[in-house]
């Protein structure tokens, strides 16, 4: 079935630098591909839908100069976490939409980002 | 805008016993996704609902669909301790990416 690798599992990072976190999809083309973000004993929450080759729908609150979504190839979105702070720490997960009709979100296995 | 409640939000129940998890929504949705999760883990798809009265059935698990009510159900049959987890319903559709989730339910299933 459909994968979506996602890296690094988890990131410590100290305040002010930036974090990268890939996105790939193997075994299918991701077109959209959607980013959430989840504290602790929380819900997921989406912060941004992407697109391949388009950019990226921030949802409300979101800051997109924060996060900054790019989404070249139809396998592989990054998320980069800029100038993160101890608040941004949090666990992110990515969701590539797989099929056609009978569409499905496919998670990956999520990234636990510590800023420190 | 999509509202999503899941009830109850937590649920400690004895191996053996049965027990429903329920899941409202307020817009039209065409499909609903059940998850799991584990402590630190990503979501591990259990269930995807595409139509109304849809039941489907994976070893102590049942999900259920109702599009007119807008109102899924997971139901646990005799639950053992491996069930323990959070899980989360996703309403999705109606001609749109709507993704909101439950705020999910933790399971715990104690001797």
């Known amino acids: 079935g459909a994968v979506v690798s996602q890296h690094p599992s988890w990131v410590i990072c100290k305040s002010g630098t930036s974090v990268k976190i890939e996105c790939r999809s193997l075994d299918f083309q991701a077109t959209t591909m959607f980013w959430y973000r989840q504290f602790p004993k929380q819900s997921l929450m989406l912060m941004a839908t992407s697109n391949e080759g388009s950019k990226a729908t921030y949802e409300q609150g979101v800051e997109k100069d924060k996060f900054l979504i790019n989404h070249a190839s139809l396998t592989l979105s990054t998320l980069t976490v800029t100038s993160a702070h101890p608040e941004d720490s949090s666990f992110y997960i990515c969701?590539?939409?797989?099929?056609?009709?009978?569409?499905?979100?496919?998670f990956g296995s999520g990234t636990r980002l510590t800023v420190v | 805008e999509l509202k999503v409640e899941q009830n109850p939000l937590f649920l400690s129940m004895q191996e053996g016993k049965n027990y429903t998890i329920y899941c409202n929504y307020s817009t039209t949705s065409d499909r609903l996704y059940w998850y799991r999760q584990d402590p630190g883990k990503s979501l591990e798809s259990l269930f995807v609902?595409?139509?109304?009265?849809a039941v489907k059935q994976e070893g102590r698990l049942m999900a259920s669909l109702d599009t007119k009510a807008r109102l899924s159900t997971l139901h646990i049959t005799a639950a053992v301790h491996d069930l323990s987890a959070t899980y989360f319903c996703l309403p999705s559709g109606a001609g749109s990416y709507q993704l909101t989730f439950g705020k999910g339910t933790k399971l715990s299933v104690i001797p």
């Open positions: 969701s590539g939409l797989t099929g056609g009709v009978y569409y499905g979100y496919t």
């Open positions: 609902l595409l139509s109304n009265g």
